[in-house]
Nanobody
Framework: QVHLVESGGGLVQPGGSLRLSCAAS????????IGWFRQAPGKEREKERE????????????TVEDSVAGRFTISLDSAKNTVYLQMNSLKPEDTAVYYC???????????????????WGEGTLVTVSS
């Protein structure tokens, strides 16, 4: 059974950094798209989750949305079956619940929508505030 668990969220001041983790179990990261999405406060529907970044487990290629390019970096540790999102230079508008999702047997593509994902974790809250 596929299971994703996010961790690493919290309260951080503007300009600060956080590293989110997504631990996967129930499958190996062979050839899948693992993406980070976020859902801002007040948006409750899964389709309102905004894509942040995605990594293809087949070759490590990544995509990143313009809103976080140059500040967020996604990476994969296959030995630990874990995907990370390093977030630097955080802004108040980055405040959201961050979700990890996986699309099995497919590589990432640009602007991958939340509706493409097969499984989700429960999310971790990131609050950027002074």
């Amino acid at each position: 059974q596929v299971h994703l668990v996010e961790s690493g969220g919290g309260l951080v001041q503007p300009g600060g950094s956080l590293r989110l983790s997504c631990a996967a179990s129930g499958f190996t990261l062979d050839r899948h798209a693992i993406g980070w999405f976020r859902q801002a406060p007040g948006k409750e529907r899964e389709k309102e989750r905004e894509g942040v970044s995605c990594i293809s487990s087949s070759d490590g290629s990544t995509t990143v949305e313009d809103s976080v390019a140059g500040r967020f970096t996604i990476s994969l540790d296959s030995a630990k079956n874990t995907v990370y999102l390093q977030m630097n230079s955080l802004k108040p508008e980055d405040t959201a619940v961050y979700y990890c999702g996986v699309k099995l047997y497919l590589d990432c593509f640009d602007h991958m929508p939340s509706g493409a994902m097969d499984y989700w974790g429960e999310g971790t809250l990131v609050t950027v505030s002074s």
